[in-house]
């Protein structure tokens, strides 16, 4: 055990270098800096500097991770902002399109954005985020810059539903671009992709039709107006009536890539729409002129009334969806009920209330 | 003090301070290890006070040389906490987890207390956030850090003494 005096002298002396250590600590710290800085130099170079040295290599190589993980950001970024390119091209194209429909219609229609609610129809529907307060009501024929796509079934004051021509009950009497061939065009139900094909039906049999054949609507009818592109023949189809043809047609437009649509009023539905879908020169030219038109303020304008109006419709549509969200657990007031009840009907060309020429097309 | 003791020491005290440098940078975040302070104050418990004020001094110099600003705080406040250690090393047992970690938290605590007060680099505003959340929360993952070396390697960091040979 040690002494007394021994435990004494070791405590004075720890005590001792505990002064002394902090004295020196409290000089380094009161140095200035042109005398402190080349002490610090003298230590990193000679004691520090292997250690200096694994220090700046630790350091780059967690650089490397973190910016390995910056790369798989941008990487991912950049694919993303790839994969939604087309599409934006796309819906920009057909907004182009879709002005220069407009110039050529000039007036009585409704511009107005078109989406397909999930869940609570069917593909061959699309709800409209216009209605009857701006005059859309039942049998509104719906069009795009590329042809028609298919009429209004119903029409709240704020929003409608439309059937496509896909639908079974949808039905429009037609006829070759150079009126030498009427017929009814129907949709082709078949099962399959040819589904989302279209049939001329009842066409004369004397009436014969050549592939990329223009079929546009033929007026004879109250709901669509005469001159709207409904598509191109792709073959005869074969079938049991020797005293007409029927044709596989190839629709001008496809509704699974709508964003846009245009209604035409009836005052454009009386007026006619001759030549703005059949003159397609006249129809890439109003494009153009649209596009290139150095006063762009309109342009920019209608886009951006299309942009507020499709945020609008997309929180109506959110809230469609909640509904639909909620529907099996009880009856949603806002939420519409099926539309294809009887699903073979066949609904003519005109509606009930207007004069048909009797005993053309049926 | 057995030389095998010794050496175990200053191994210990050699690998953490080299784990300073080379594994704190590569582990980064917002709440650093301190690895020199666990390797200050496991070797101040194997020391005496004075010695242990010597240790911290010297390795609170290296880092102060590092430094852009503030030469001597970090010896200043190294110097104090391993002098503090070694003369509590009666009272936290090292070789009892639980001390041990405690041990440490209060250790690197009190490092960063004295070094905050000292070099007043630290925005007057974030003062008390430095002191009572960050400090806190480096001293807690540090300590955390002592307790696993000393599962890992008890041979080297811990400071149960061999039994004195007898002739």
């Known amino acids: 055990m040690p002494s007394r ?40 170079r000679t004691v520090l500097a292997p250690l200096l040295t694994v220090q700046g290599q630790s350091e780059t190589v967690r650089a490397a991770i973190t910016a390995r993980d910056d790369d798989l950001m941008i990487r991912g970024t950049a694919a993303a902002q790839a994969a ?52 859309v ?91 709207i592109s409904i598509g191109t023949v792709i073959s005869e189809i074969p079938t049991t009536e020797r005293w007409a043809r029927t044709y596989l047609l190839k629709p001008s437009v496809l509704p699974s890539t709508l964003s846009a649509v245009v209604l035409l009023l009836p005052s454009r539905v009386a007026g006619g729409v ?68 009887p699903p073979i009907r066949v609904r003519p060309d005109t509606p009930p209330p207007r004069t048909v020429p009797p005993g053309v097309w049926e | ?11 210990g005290f050699l690998v953490l301070v080299a784990a300073h440098f080379s594994l704190r940078p590569l582990l980064g975040g917002p709440v650093p ?22 240790i911290g001094f010297l390795s609170g110099l290296g880092i102060d040389s590092v430094a852009l600003q503030g030469f001597g705080t970090s010896a200043l406040a190294f110097t104090i906490v391993a002098f503090g250690a070694s003369w509590l090393k009666a009272v936290f047992f090292a070789d009892n987890l639980g001390l041990t970690a405690l041990f440490v938290f209060l ?7 004295v070094y905050v007060l000292i070099s007043g680099g630290v925005p007057d505003g974030q003062v008390l956030v430095q002191l009572l959340l960050w400090s806190p929360l480096a001293a807690a993952l540090t300590a955390v850090v002592g307790v696993a070396l000393l599962l890992l390697a008890r041979p080297v960091f811990g400071t149960r003494r061999t039994p004195p040979h007898r002739r």
């Open chain 1, 5 to 44: 005096n021994a435990r004494g002298s070791s405590s004075r002396l720890d005590t001792g270098l505990l002064l002394a250590c902090c004295v020196l600590s409290v000089i380094a710290l009161v140095l200035p800096d042109r005398m402190g800085v080349p002490f610090a130099t003298i230590i990193r």
């Open chain 1, 84 to 135: 939604t390119a087309p599409a934006l091209a796309a819906e920009n194209d057909a907004l182009r399109r879709m002005l220069g429909l407009a110039g050529r219609l000039r007036d009585g229609f409704v511009v107005a954005e078109a989406f397909h609610p999930a869940g609570l129809t069917d593909d061959f529907t699309i709800t409209i985020g216009v209605g009857s307060a701006v005059g």
């Open chain 1, 137 to 227: 009501n039942a049998f509104t024929p719906v069009v795009t810059a590329d042809g028609l796509v298919g009429m209004v079934e119903t029409s709240d004051p704020a929003r409608s539903v439309a059937i496509t021509w896909a639908h079974p009950d949808f039905g429009v009497s037609a006829m070759s671009a150079d009126e030498s061939a009427f017929g009814i065009v129907k949709p082709h139900l078949v099962s399959g992709p040819e589904r989302y094909l279209l049939e001329l039906r009842g066409v004369p049999f004397r009436a014969s039709l050549d592939s990329g054949t223009l079929i546009v609507s033929s007026g004879l009818g109250a709901t669509y107006p005469r001159g």
């Open chain 1, 274 to 341: 001759s030549q703005v879908w059949t003159d397609v020169a006249s129809a890439d030219s109003a494009a153009r002129a649209i596009v290139a038109a150095s006063d762009s303020a309109a342009k920019v304008a209608a886009l951006e009334e299309l942009a507020a109006r499709r945020a609008v419709m997309r929180s109506a549509a959110d809230s469609a969806r909640a509904d639909s969200m909620l529907a099996p657990l009880g009856p949603a007031p806002t939420v519409q009920p099926p539309l294809i009840t």
């Open chain 2, 1 to 11: 003090m057995n030389p095998w003791n010794v050496l175990r020491g200053v191994a």
């Open chain 2, 33 to 54: 290890i301190d690895f020199l302070c666990l390797a200050v104050l496991f070797a101040a418990v194997r020391v005496r006070p004075g010695a242990a004020a010597v």
């Open chain 2, 107 to 113: 250790g690197k605590w009190a490092f960063d207390v």
